[in-house]
């Protein structure tokens, strides 16, 4: 028997069929997590969602089997609020030891069938994955840090230069903009090396993800529009999942230092 039974506005609809989330459903802060909920990939309803179900459903937006592993087990560690160190800790479990503050699991978060499970408002968890300076959302001590916030959203797309395409330039610009934004707006903004490099990380899978190689990694307006304003993945619009090589790990942080190096030039022109 299914841990998630479909109900009647549910029970018709095939995985991939894009349905906006009811009044009932959960949705979290991340909009391609939502995106996988709304085209049926994990739980609809975004309740008891399996590390299996989201690791399986990130195969949809192209992603390498490492890198589903890293973000999914990370996710799934019961979180802590002051979880062991030293060196016994490490030995026993390097892996927890490493991501720990990642975890989003209250402790002993099963579903009715006994399996490690999450919701996906839990993925608010701030500090964990969820950070300041977020591209759609506003900052934990502004009072809200879950809900896309359609300025934010409008800010991004505005920023391609040409109206059409967001550059890795201008990706690095929105990343600028939304920083100094958030230092305004926020006193009790967060924000060190950890929640830079979460940012930029998040920016850089979007290129690998919806990006086009043979033009630099240019990510069409229309696509983010569809993901950001609607949580859709962008079929519609032409996208299509990268089928001759996933997103890896590796790739994946490569990209992400990349744009930090454009970020720090733009700064420097900007300063001098």
């Not at 309803?45 to 399986?56: F, P, Q, S, Y």
């Not at 991501?99 to 701030?126: M, P, Y």
């Not at 896309?148 to 330039?169: C, F, I, N, P, Y």
Request: net charge neutral; aromatic share 8%.
């Amino acid at each position: 028997m299914s841990p998630h039974p479909p109900d009647e506005s549910t029970s018709l609809l095939r995985k991939g069929i894009y349905r906006p989330p009811s009044t009932t459903d959960v949705r979290g802060p991340c909009p391609i997590v939502n995106t996988l909920a709304n085209h049926g990939y994990i739980p609809r309803d975004g309740r008891n969602v399996r590390a299996a179900e989201l690791k399986a459903a990130m195969t949809e937006l192209g992603v390498g089997l490492t890198l589903r592993q890293v973000l999914t087990s990370a996710a799934y560690l019961e979180h802590r609020d002051h979880p062991p160190r030293g060196i016994w800790a490490f030995i026993r479990n390097p892996f927890a030891y490493i991501f720990q503050t990642f975890a989003l699991r209250a402790k002993g978060q099963i579903d009715s069938h006994g399996v490690a499970c999450l919701n996906l408002d839990e993925l608010d968890r701030h500090g964990a994955i969820e950070h300041d300076v977020s591209m759609s959302r506003r900052d934990f001590a502004q009072g809200d840090n879950h809900s896309k916030q359609e300025d934010l959203v409008e800010d991004m797309l505005a920023s391609a230069r040409d109206g059409q395409d967001l550059t890795v330039d201008d990706w690095a610009r929105f990343r600028i903009q939304r920083i100094e934004q958030q230092k305004r707006d926020n006193a009790k903004l967060e924000f060190g090396t950890p929640q830079n490099m979460m940012g930029l990380a998040e920016a850089a899978f979007i290129q690998k993800t919806f990006g086009d190689r043979s033009r630099g990694w240019k990510v069409p307006v229309a696509y983010m529009a569809a993901i950001f304003g609607e949580e859709r993945l962008p079929i519609e619009e032409g996208w299509r999942k990268r089928s001759w090589w996933p997103v890896g790990f590796l790739e994946l942080m490569s990209q992400a230092l990349v744009l930090k190096k454009v970020v720090g030039s733009i700064d420097s022109k900007a300063s001098s």
